[in-house]
């Protein structure tokens, strides 16, 4: 009766009420899709109300295109404009990434919502679907006599999201009820009842599972003994078994405490792609240290600042790291030129004794990530985050005897590490990569043929035009594989439905996601080729072993299923923190506020994603300035800062450009003296950044628009 009341009077606060509960509706639109539409108040008393339909009570569409402007306060006047339109309510859809509420970073508008022109919603008082409306309307939400609301959806509208929908709007009715004012902003009313908080905070995160308390080399070593004649790496035509490899490290292990190399120090290593670069990252932590990679690849500069701001002891090369960083100031033992120093060293552990530490507590490797001030940041991971990372992930990829699996990541990816250990602890074999393979998709589908690779972890990107070779040619799925793992980039449902089409179907499919933050990983979904709809997304599954995952809104209270929202990780992936920048930890590593343990964080990702009804989660985009190239994370303010070092520019601004049917590509848009050579910013860029930081296109203005 209370709702009836409401809705005979045209009450605003109910319209308000019901396009909340509603929001679920709107995350099930691909984002490129989105066309925000205003719904107007109630004007007619005792006539049915209708929203987001056509004639007089019209809802108003508003669609903002930002696409390819490179500047932050045009979006500011944008958000300006649309408050000045008699309270009409919109989204800004920014860089052509991703929609937001307005009222997600407004605190004025939060509780009003946004409306997607092929959702329209209705509102009415009554007990039946109107005749004719079935068409127009996917969601009607309607009040009968008796009292009973009633919730109609179109086919499109899958039953467990309108069962979502409909605990939504029952919650949130019944909070609104219950008051006897009207509150002052709607967010404070609940849309999420005591059973669903349950399931959100601590059912979907119900992950804790025991892992032993060792350090990574040290749950190697014992595969070793396993297994000691097993195949552990090969490079070309070098081999390596678990017994051998096991020796080898140890020897090095026992170099670097020979030349001062202590419990707890950082060692650089830069080593090329070799069996010795899986040799020395097992040296360096058998000799308690952890270790700085640092990519042979990677310009001269751009080494220099990370040994800079990583201070190592020494840095562990070969002829190439040596070659790289011979205009690089520090200590070097290098596995080649100190050849005998190393082959004089024990080849196993017991003589290292309590000299060496065994802290699962400590730091495993000190790895670089873009930052967006202009300089890399340096991230701690711990012994015992990595070991769950390798177990937890084992728990999916299933790895043993027999399996080989392509180290095909940089060394200063993290991704590198998914790619070695989770083998290296079972038994199975890691192929490392020559450096020319991933140029050229003939060479690298022949590799993993002639090679007869079980298991692949690759960029999305790159597993995208994989599969677009493969059907141009009409070639089947290399017959040895057994699974294949990306992330964590959005996977195309065309593209895996070729995949299945090309012969994958018995091919285990996995979908992950992370930051280098939560150690490589946090969460994973196996596809099932069963029922498999391309036009859905491809989720990226729920949290593994001993993570936590929360998509919170601006305030920091969980959001109901289908709601887009920020993405936080707990647990023991965490890291430590950002080295040296105790500032910018504390700003992303915050207290947890659903943990009373002491020191629990979470870590704020900075990454959108909503609840499907069944807990597993799907991506959505970024909600910052961060952006994803060929499974790369990477911060334009950090490509912006090494382009106005240059001296001929003045100002810079950088997008990524994703257009339909094209790679991604980074566009620099830059404002220059009289004297620019594009040619020379170019050159400039690629002696500072990564090869994959480095824009496709520079496109040079007279000035940039501020309006």
């Known amino acids: 009766e209370a709702l009836q009341g409401l809705l005979r009077e045209g009450s605003e606060m109910l319209r308000m009420y019901a396009l909340d509960g509603l ?14 539409m205003l719904g107007p108040p109630f004007t007619r008393k005792g006539a049915t109300a209708l929203l987001g339909l056509s004639g007089d009570e019209a809802a108003l569409p508003v669609l903002v295109r930002l696409l390819d402007d490179p500047m932050a306060g045009v979006r500011a006047e944008a958000a300006r404009a649309l408050l000045a339109l008699e309270d009409a309510l919109a989204a800004l859809e920014r860089l052509g990434t991703f929609a937001w509420d307005l009222g997600a970073r407004t605190p004025e508008l939060r509780g009003r919502s946004l409306l997607p022109a092929r959702w329209p919603v209705a509102l009415a008082l009554t007990d039946a679907l109107p005749p004719g409306l079935d068409a127009q309307v996917a969601l009607l939400l309607g009040v009968g006599p008796d009292g009973q609301v009633r919730l109609w959806a179109a086919d499109v509208v899958g039953d467990e999201l309108l069962a979502c929908i409909d605990a939504q709007l029952a919650t949130l009715a019944r909070a609104a009820l219950e008051r006897d004012h009207a509150p002052s902003s709607v967010s404070a009313l609940p849309l999420i009842d005591a059973a669903e908080r349950q399931r959100l905070l601590v059912e979907w995160n119900d992950t804790a599972r025991p892992i032993p308390h060792a350090c990574i080399h040290e749950l190697f070593s014992a595969q070793a003994r396993r297994t000691p004649e097993a195949p552990a790496v090969r490079f070309g035509d070098q081999r390596c078994s678990y017994a051998q490899l096991d020796a080898r490290a140890n020897q090095v292990a026992h170099a670097l405490r020979a030349r001062g190399v202590a419990p707890g120090d950082l060692v650089g290593l830069a080593v090329g792609r070799s069996v010795e ?3 020395g990252l097992l040296g360096i932590l058998k000799a308690g240290a952890a270790y700085v990679p640092l990519d042979c690849t990677l310009p ?4 220099a600042l990370i040994l800079r701001r990583s201070e190592p002891s020494l840095v562990l090369t070969d002829a190439t790291g040596r070659q790289v960083l011979r205009d690089v100031p520090g200590a070097r033992l290098c596995l080649e030129g100190d050849a005998a120093l190393v082959a004089a060293q024990p080849d196993t552990a017991a003589e290292l004794g309590p000299r060496l530490a065994h802290d699962p507590e400590g730091l495993a490797y000190v790895i670089f990530t873009s930052g967006s001030t202009g300089e890399p940041k340096a991230v701690e991971i711990r012994h015992h985050s990595l070991v769950n990372h390798a177990l937890a992930i084992q728990g999916h990829f299933g790895l043993g005897p027999g399996d080989r699996i392509l180290c095909s990541a940089s060394i200063g ?3 590198a590490a998914e790619q070695i ?6 038994g199975a074999e890691v192929i490392v990569r020559p450096d020319d393979l991933l140029r050229s998709f003939r060479g690298f589908d022949a590799f993993v043929r002639e090679h007869a690779l079980t298991a692949l972890t690759l960029p999305t990107a790159f597993w995208h035009e994989w599969v677009r070779f493969l059907d141009a040619r009409a070639l089947p799925v290399p017959p040895s594989l057994r699974m294949v793992a ?12 070729t995949w299945i089409e090309r012969g994958a179907a018995e091919v285990d499919f ?40 929360y998509l919170l809104d601006p305030d920091g209270a969980p959001v109901p299923v289908g709601v887009p929202a920020e993405l936080y990780v707990g647990g023991l992936g965490l890291a430590r923190g950002y080295r040296g920048r105790p500032d910018l930890t504390e700003e992303r590593f915050v207290p947890h506020p659903f943990r009373a343990d002491e020191g629990a964080r979470l870590y704020r990702t900075g990454d959108l994603a909503r609840w499907e009804p069944d807990g597993e989660l799907v991506f959505l985009g970024r909600a910052d300035f961060q952006v994803k190239i060929r ?8 490509i912006e800062g090494v382009l106005r070092g240059h001296p001929d520019v003045e100002e810079a601004v950088v997008l990524l450009r994703d257009d339909p049917g094209e790679p991604k590509r980074l566009v620099a848009y830059v404002v220059a003296g009289p004297g620019f050579r594009e040619a020379a910013l170019d050159a400039h860029g690629r002696a500072h950044l990564p090869e994959y930081m480095v824009p496709a296109a520079y496109v040079v203005l007279d000035a940039f628009p501020l309006t």
């Open 300 to 303: 001269a500069p751009r080494l």
């Open 510 to 549: 996995f979908q992950g996601y992370g930051p280098t933050e939560a150690t490589v990983t946090c969460t994973m979904h196996r596809h099932d080729p069963q029922g498999f709809d391309p036009a859905r997304p491809v989720p990226i599954g729920r949290p593994l072993a001993n993570t936590e995952i």
């Open 23 to 36: 929001r679920a509706a709107e995350a099930q639109v691909p984002v490129e899709q989105v066309v925000p």
């Open 413 to 415: 990816f993290d991704v």
């Open 277 to 279: 670069l899986v040799v």
């Open 631 to 638: 499974g790369y994370r990477v911060e334009l303010g950090e």
């Open 486 to 497: 990306v992330g964590t980039e959005k996977v195309l449902g065309e593209a895996l439905a």
């Open 421 to 426: 250990y989770p083998a290296l602890l079972h």
